[in-house]
């Protein structure tokens, strides 16, 4: 069955590097999201991508955010100068043709510890 | 502001029980809804998703109800099993108004006892 990975699985920085987080979305889905998830709270939207374009963000996606598709297969999450509260589980998800419709898949999820 | 609240936080039971694991939203004005199962340090899976005009979903031992006009869902467990053991969270899409941002509530954690 088709699956959403992520690499790499855990990742160390100090306080403000930067970092970049990756993710093979299904290969026929149109729609990429990003999410994290801080220990012991909910999950939380981040930005959602669709044609090569970001379709929504939350506040959360600030400045600070980047994503992109620099090829077919790929979608990374860059986040400049990484801050302490940058820590977090960060998960990458998509859907199919039908954003609104579809469900949605989740990868595994990058676990970043910003020291 | 969608605001999801799962209820109860913590679920311990013995196996072979049923169980319900409730959701509940204060914008009713919902594109969809999907349950999903959390293991620790691990990624979500989508168990069951609900459009806004359906009223439940099943797949195996589960069901899932939706009442959208009481904001209201709810996750039945038939015959549990320990590796039932997981949390489940629920996720609401809206919409309008940026549909894709999802709101996810905290989640409970089952416990299912051999």
């Known amino acids: 069955e088709p699956e959403v990975t992520q690499t790499p699985s855990h990742q160390v920085t100090q306080m403000g590097q930067e970092v970049i987080l990756r993710c093979v979305p299904i290969s026929n889905h149109l729609y990429f999201y990003w999410y994290r998830q801080i220990l012991g709270q909910k999950v939380e939207f981040l930005v959602s991508f669709y044609n090569n374009e970001i379709s929504e963000k939350s506040e959360i996606f600030d400045d600070q955010f980047s994503v992109e598709r620099p090829d077919g297969s790929n979608f990374t999450l860059k986040i400049r100068s990484t801050k302490l509260e940058d820590s977090a589980m960060y998960f990458c998800?998509?859907?199919?043709?039908?954003?609104?419709?579809?469900?949605?898949?989740f990868g595994p999820g990058t676990r970043l510890l910003v020291l | 502001k969608q605001e999801v609240t799962q209820i109860p936080a913590a679920l311990s039971v013995p196996e072979g029980e049923n169980l319900v694991l409730n959701c509940s939203f204060t914008d009713s004005a919902i594109y969809n809804l999907q349950w999903f199962r959390q293991d620790p340090g691990k990624g979500l899976t989508s168990l069951l998703l609900?459009?806004?005009?359906?009223r439940e979903q099943t797949s195996g031992r589960l069901n899932a109800s939706l009442d959208k006009s009481s904001g209201r869902s709810t996750l039945y467990i038939a015959a549990s099993q320990p590796g039932d053991s997981a949390t489940y969270l629920c996720a609401v899409r809206p919409r309008s108004g940026g549909y894709q941002k999802v709101t996810f509530g905290i989640g409970t954690k089952l416990q299912v006892i051999p």
């Open positions: 609900i459009q806004s005009s359906q």
């Open positions: 998800a998509s859907s199919g043709d039908s954003g609104r419709q579809e469900t949605q898949y």
